[in-house]
T-cell receptor
Framework: KAGVTQTPRYLIKTRGQQVTLSCSPI?????VSWYQQTPGQGLQFLFE???????NKGNFPGRFSGRQFSNSRSEMNVSTLELGDSALYLC?????????????FGPGTRLTVL | AQSVTQLGSHVSVSEGALVLLRCNYS??????LFWYVQYPNQGLQLLLK??????LVKGINGFEAEFKKSETSFHLTKPSAHMSDAAEYFC???????????FGKGTRLHILP
């Protein structure tokens, strides 16, 4: 099976712009989670989608949003970008919702905000 | 709310020496605990997990971790370090099967020749 794919792999934006990141899960996986990884904060949970519904949410402002499509692919959107949004954004897929199902991570999208 | 503290953002060990990466958690209920590894320029990979039952958990690549409730710890060990173990390691916790996973800030393991 193909692994989790994330596009684009690298992205450069300026403050105030918005960005959309895409994640294609492993075939058959119905849950997609998003994380923000920065050197100072490690991995921080953004949200989890299962069957097109947001099931869990982290402590991020409303500028961060996501959605999941019927084929389980997911997108994450960040509006009004700030310098502090520069990070590696990781997507993980699993067969089911929540912690008991092993998460498989993609390579990430490196976002740089100038 | 659950949280994870990893002691030491960088740990260096000599090749062949014991690897010990420390993790303490905070949880209001019996937790589910995880260790993930991230090799350079790659995504995270699950090393091992504790859900219930035996407190000593064995994972891939010779790693193991022991759940100690009295110490709220879940330290990761490997008897003999190999150069290929150089990576960043993340401890994580979840409070229920359907809940999100909360990660620690990570420990970068350096292997000295």
């Amino acid at each position: 099976k193909a692994g989790v794919t994330q596009t684009p792999r690298y992205l450069i934006k300026t403050r105030g712009q918005q960005v959309t990141l895409s994640c294609s899960p492993i075939s058959g996986h119905r849950s997609v989670s998003w994380y923000q990884q920065t050197p100072g904060q490690g991995l921080q949970f953004l949200f989890e989608y299962f069957s097109e519904t947001q099931r869990n949410k982290g402590n991020f402002p409303g500028r961060f949003s996501g959605r999941q499509f019927s084929n389980s692919r997911s997108e994450m959107n960040v509006s009004t970008l700030e310098l502090g949004d520069s990070a590696l954004y990781l997507c993980a897929s699993s067969e089911g919702q929540g912690a008991l199902h092993e998460q498989f991570f993609g390579p990430g999208t490196r976002l740089t905000v100038l | 709310a659950q949280s994870v503290t990893q002691l030491g953002s960088h740990v260096s060990v000599s090749e062949g020496a014991l690897v010990l990466l420390r993790c303490n958690y905070s949880s209001s209920v019996p937790p589910y605990l995880f260790w993930y590894v991230q090799y350079p320029n790659q995504g995270l990979q699950l090393l091992l997990k504790y859900t219930t039952g035996a407190t000593l958990v064995k994972g891939i690549n010779g790693f193991e971790a022991e759940f100690k409730k009295s110490e709220t710890s879940f330290h990761l060990t490997k008897p003999s370090a190999h150069m290929s173990d150089a990576a960043e390691y993340f401890c994580a916790v979840s409070e229920s099967w359907g809940d999100k996973i909360i990660f620690g800030k990570g420990t970068r393991l350096h292997i000295l020749p």
